[in-house]
């Protein structure tokens, strides 16, 4: 519990479990909605926030604002038809997606993909990894009114897409990993590129290493904020950076190796503090993994061979009843597909899990609590949140 | 937080010296090799299977016709149009296309005002991006179906060569299952089946394990299965789109598949034949060919009694007397056949008509009648020497073959013809020389060039590995005899078998001779009518009987089929018989 | 997972399970022992992480199957607890007191299948579809399809030809 409570007055009063006590007729509180359309937010979700001054006393999360269905909609799908739906779960990493809705199906299906396919999708998921923290990083520093920073790492991540697009032929919905493998190598010369997009990257982050995170602009807003104590990780379901930053080292890649990371050199990076600028730091930290796991991975993945396993005809393709869950780690956290399967053409269920289901709502709405309005916003981006994946 | 932190941020300024990376024309910015931009469509190359369509999970795509693009066989002639409101560049149409001939271009830059544009026919509406080099292709490696076909287990060639028993063995339950997946269900080999099968559907039974549905839907168009499922010309494989990027789908033995599972006990049960309700009208026919049987069976399912009439002593027709056992075991006819019979149809054989009884007999007894009598005299070069005693007609053989009578079989043969037929005589004869002399000495020769033999790829490849030579591109000259006895066939170099429009017009180079050892010659180059017995209706000029659209004949009460009008093959006639029943259906209830 | 499973069997009424994969087992237990058991898991076994809550739906049994899929860090484990629930009472005991984060996935599917937790907090307030007033959307019975075309208006002018169907009326019009 954040020790800001004991320093408050009586005004207003707790409840038992902790939140305050709110008479929105007693004029002293006022009610606003941050959100659905707010640059302060990330994506289309609402804060409905109760505050006293500049003080938020109650944070309700609203999301809906992008409900689709797709889990509904991959149930009247056959399963190849899945894979260009579910890359809208999470825009800014559909790879995560498209891996694990395809490792269920396969799993489930008992097909076993090529070598040269497993490599392949880690270095996308890797790459993937790299342009969504770049892109956070803006989201980060403009929450708090730094707005050149997103600039940057913007182009850095359009470098990252430049690589995507050279690979899968599309730079946001990559659609490369399809069940029973990828649909193609890396192109002749795209080590030499990645490599001098990889250097450039470096150097972009070395500007925001001395522009943001060694500003005492961004420090003093950030350091302290949207405290997680350790105790909450499970109770709360916090997975990913946000939980790392408190000092537990949770990583699907190496707890549940997937893929090619067995074969990769890396660490669980963690920090002690657990507030924004922690998190923000271990995130700037993870992009300097990414990208040393990038080169690791060019470095051993082969140039050629199969890379699609042998399906069967996917217009009537059956799969056997049975259910199975599939996590990786994507730079939220833990992101996994459950898949049950009926034995019928088409998929019975499909669950994903999201890391934001947790983060930004049961999490969101505890720490929203006692934060300045004005900090709400870089609160939200710090627990790195993406609305889609709340409501599928 | 120290001075530092805020002096540091000031470095951010060395900016305003840099150059700046954005891309000053984005519209000139060119889409990655691989791009998925707008599609484009090789017309040429497209069959409008609608494979497209089916895979589309957004339903952007619709099948349109187009002008200039004729639907023909193996070309529905429809091309795929699509949404761009709807499209969301997957490349899963690209992928799964089975002519490759659907792309995508590298370009993503279009700007209208009106929306309608952004839905068009790739290919027949022009775009600036059309005949890209670059956009996305489907992968190399990268396939979403089998384009191998399950090879059918056959007996070896030192198994088969000096026996009848049936060559092909058929496909297991886990072949025929592996098979069928392969269908895309486009069905534009129905419109290319004589018999128009309902090929997709059967498949998709055979595919579903439900061999039941299978069978129903076999009857619906075809009621000999067991005959066709091994010797139809399968024309609907030549029109499979599946060809493209593979081997066609092995559709006939999938059609043998489903009748081979099922005993025929059940047949009627599966049909719903068990209670069929009779009216008092006859229908005689003549032949128990497949043209007849067919006419047989259907007009039964309506109700019509009927009586074949048949010259020789089982049912079959060509199937049976012309077609080798190893190809078409006997028990399998009698499958069939014993079906139809079950349905009450009656049978009289050894009795033709012309001879025995006359037509017009059967005119007064019956209601309606049709002749279906085929294709059973054959047709000789003419050649010197031709007429010869050991100088024999490949149907007369295969008959006697059939009927158990003994075949004189010499050490060295000639078979002239490239069809079928030839090679069924040869192959019979090479396993009678392999009986007799230990060895095959057998020449078969045709006037076609090897690439344009009418015979089936698997024929000849399969008479090669019987030992059996293939000579093709040889005219027969004559026959050289000597003291009575035949000592082989000169032959001179066929250039060219058609001309410009088609006709049979062969051009020989007589300077270019070969001789082809033999004490026995077998001429199969084509077989005749005998339609003596129907004297009196009219003839087309190519001295055919004329018939309209459902066989009936210048006399009312005359439906004439089979090999006589259309073929010669068997899928041909039990489809015209199909539409000959329907034809006699409407004449009686008119 | 095996001795796990067995050590669970004395206390609880285990009927089905299925070790998916090494580290992933699921098992089917009664309605009235899963809080129970989840509780035993969490507490004693040590799986404290919920990775998901979520709901299937057999309509042709007639069941709702509810699955709490737990994880444990420490040995890398998962298991899913299966419960198979009544479709049309269908009403479960309620886990927010064990995960803070449970009264969410309770709360989605109260919306999306229809599945009541007594005492969780906010369980009736909309989550996802707000002024929603057609069935729960994710169960079998919604049709998404009619759904939509009933809500929405397709683009005008679009027709499609099957090709079987329309060789046959261009070459074979007859039969």
Redesign the interface.
Known sequence: MSDASIYRDKFPQKNPDGTNQIDLENGKFIKIWQGPNHPGITGNMSLELVIQGDEVMECKTHVGYLHRGFEKLMERRRFIQCFPICVRIAVPEPDFNEYCLSATFEELAGIEIPEAAQWMRTLLLEMARLQSFLMWIGGQAGSFGMGVIGQWSNYARDLVLDRFEEITGGRIYHMHMTPGGVRGLAPEGFEKRMEENLVEIEMIMKDIQTTMFENAVFKKRSIGLGYIDPSWVYDYGITGPNARAAGIPKDVRKDYSYLKYTELDFEVITGKDSDAYTRADLRRREIHSSIDLIRQILAKMPKSGEYMAKVPNVLHWKIPKGETYVRSECTRGEFGYYTVTDGSGYPRRINVRGPSYTHAVALMEKLAVDCNIADTAGLMVSLHTYPPEIER | MSLKDVLKPFTAWKNLILEPVSIKKPLERQGAPRYRGFHQNDLEKCIGCGTCEEICQNAAIDMVPVDGVETKPGDSGLRPQIDYGRCCWCALCVDICTTNSLTMSNQFQWIDSDPEVFRFTPGADPKYWDNSELGYRKPELYELYNTERVKVEELHPEERDRSFIEMVKGFSKEQAMRESDRCVECGLCIATCPAHMGIPSYIKAVRNDNIEEGLRVLYETNPLPEICGRVCTHKCETVCAMQYKGDPLSIRWLKRYIADQVNSRDYQKILGTENLQKNKKKVAIIGAGPAGLSAAYYLSLMGYQVKIFEALEKAGGMTRYGIPEYRLPYDQIDKDVKYIESLGVEFQFNTKIGTDIPLEKLRKDFDAVYAATGLHLGRSTRIKGSDHEKCYQAVDLLREYTLGQEIDVQEKIVVIGGGNVAMDIGRTLARLQNQKFGKVQLIITSLESEDIMPADREEIVESREEKIRIEPGWGPKDIKIKDQTIQGLNVIKCLSVFDDEGRFNPVFDTDQKNFFEADMVVEAIGQGMDIEYMKGVVLTERHKVKVDKNFQSSEPWLFVGGDIVSGPDAISAIGNGHQAAKGIDQYLNQ | MKELIARLKKQFKITDE?Y??P??T?ITVPQEQAVALVTHLRDYEGF?????L?A??WIEENLF?L?Y?LNN?DF?A?L?VRVMIDRHEATMTSIHHL???A???QRELKEMFGIDFPGSPRVDE?????GWDNIP??R?D?D??KYSEETYFP?P????????E???K???P??
């Not at chain 3, 404290?48 to 998901?52: A, E, I, P, Q, S």
């Not at chain 3, 909309?126 to 707000?130: A, R, S, T, V």
């Not at chain 3, 002018?157 to 079987?164: C, F, I, K, Q, S």
């Open positions: 299925v998916q994969k580290d992933q699921y404290n992480h919920l990775v998901l979520t299937v739906d199957q699955i899929l860090n890398k998962d899913g995960w803070k984060a009264a969410t996935y909309p989550f996802i579809l707000e959307p994710y079998r919604f998404t399809k683009r002018g679009r027709t499609t030809h099957d090709p079987a329309y060789m046959k261009k070459l074979y007859e039969d």
